[in-house]
């Protein structure tokens, strides 16, 4: 393993396909597109690409298609010559120079331009492009490795992406399933990602999780797959006392505070007009307490203890409430 490379933890049947799938693609000379939600390994799953195949020991050069506007991505991609646009004091190498003989992962591949897709393609192809305020054809032998969360073919079908560029990266794609549907790998993940974080704050023992929060971690949804996992893990590590203790405090959502600012206009209680009185003030408040908690249900997507919060009452005041009217949960 090259020093550089991260070490692929995942032990479900669905990931090691994933890795049988990446070794046999990665000795073919051939683009490949690699598909996933954020934060299931797509970076880390390209770089196994590049490590395992024969162009190992040349340059592996990345891009993030979506970081930058259009001309400075097209001569981030193909370089330029000087003067060739504002700012272009000096003569400057591209990516697709640069990765010469080796592999040039494109993320975020979806959001590039047309115009941009169309040079990609070319080089693709012919393994030819010029740079920018230059006629003359640089030749180039750059494996691709595209990446993207979205959904190629669709963009394709509403001529937001070339299909015929995705023609060609589509020769092998990889899909990467999310965590969710992967369930075995949270808890090698979640102890991998713990030791070295131990290590890193320079701890002598992992003392291991406890069964709620092993309970805790299976049960997330992960919607930010691995690299949330990762984030919880370690935060959990960082603020657990050195001790021989295991690790109990798992905290998803590092915003979540009682005090955390809210951008929810002011609550408007529904009044009665200004010169009326209700005829059955109980009857009126009651009306309120329902609607303002069916609200706040509504807000927190059903969850009760964020509904609690959010209205400055204990869990079970929010039950009891909710007794009263009838509301049902989930
Ligand atoms: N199987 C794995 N084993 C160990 N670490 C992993 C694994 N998969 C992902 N990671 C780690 O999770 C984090 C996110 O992975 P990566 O950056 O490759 O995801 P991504 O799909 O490119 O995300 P995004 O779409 O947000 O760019 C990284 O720190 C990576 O090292
Ligand atoms: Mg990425």
């Known amino acids: ?3 550089d490379q991260q070490p692929i933890i995942g032990e479900s049947a669905a990931f090691l396909e994933i890795l049988e799938e ?24 390209a770089e196994r690409l590049h490590f395992l195949s024969t162009r190992w020991d040349q340059p592996l050069v990345k891009m993030n298609c979506a970081a930058i506007s259009e001309t400075l991505l097209e001569s981030e991609l193909f370089g330029h010559e000087a003067g060739a646009f504002t700012d272009a004091a000096r003569r400057r190498q591209g ?4 990765a010469d003989g080796g592999t040039l992962f494109l993320d975020e591949l979806a959001t590039t331009s047309m115009n941009i897709q169309e040079k990609i393609l070319r ?8 740079r920018l305020g230059s006629s003359r054809t640089i030749s180039v032998d750059v ?4 990446a993207t969360n979205e959904d190629l073919p669709a963009l394709a079908g509403k001529g937001r992406f070339r299909a015929d560029l995705l023609d060609r990266l589509a020769f092998d794609v990889v899909t990467l399933p999310p965590l969710r549907e992967r369930r075995e790998d949270i808890m090698p993940l979640a102890e991998h990602f713990a030791i070295r974080m131990t290590r890193e704050l320079g701890r002598e023992i992992f003392p291991g999780f406890s069964s709620a929060a092993r309970q805790l971690l299976l049960d997330h949804a992960w919607p930010g ?19 021989d203790q295991p690790v109990g405090g798992i905290q998803f959502d590092p915003f979540d505070s009682p005090w955390r600012p809210s951008n929810k206009p002011q609550e408007t209680i529904p009044t009665q007009p200004a010169d009326t009185l209700p005829d059955d003030l109980r009857a009126y408040l009651d009306q309120v307490e329902k609607e303002t ?7 927190s997507n059903g969850n009760q203890a964020g509904a609690a919060r959010a209205l400055g009452l204990t869990y079970n005041q929010l039950r009891g409430i909710m007794r009263k009217h009838g509301i049902k949960s989930g």
């Open 1 to 3: 393993m090259s020093p």
């Open 22 to 45: 990446v070794s046999r693609a990665a000795v073919l000379n051939r683009p490949v597109l690699i598909v996933g939600e954020r934060g299931t390994g797509k970076e880390l799953i």
């Open 95 to 98: 990516r697709f120079e640069l």
């Open 123 to 130: 080089v693709i192809e012919y393994g030819q492009f010029e």
């Open 143 to 146: 494996r691709v490795i595209g």
């Open 225 to 243: 797959n691995i690299r949330e996992l990762k984030n919880v893990v370690e935060r959990a590590i960082y603020r657990h006392p050195d001790d």
């Open 293 to 299: 908690v069916l609200k706040a249900l509504d807000a």
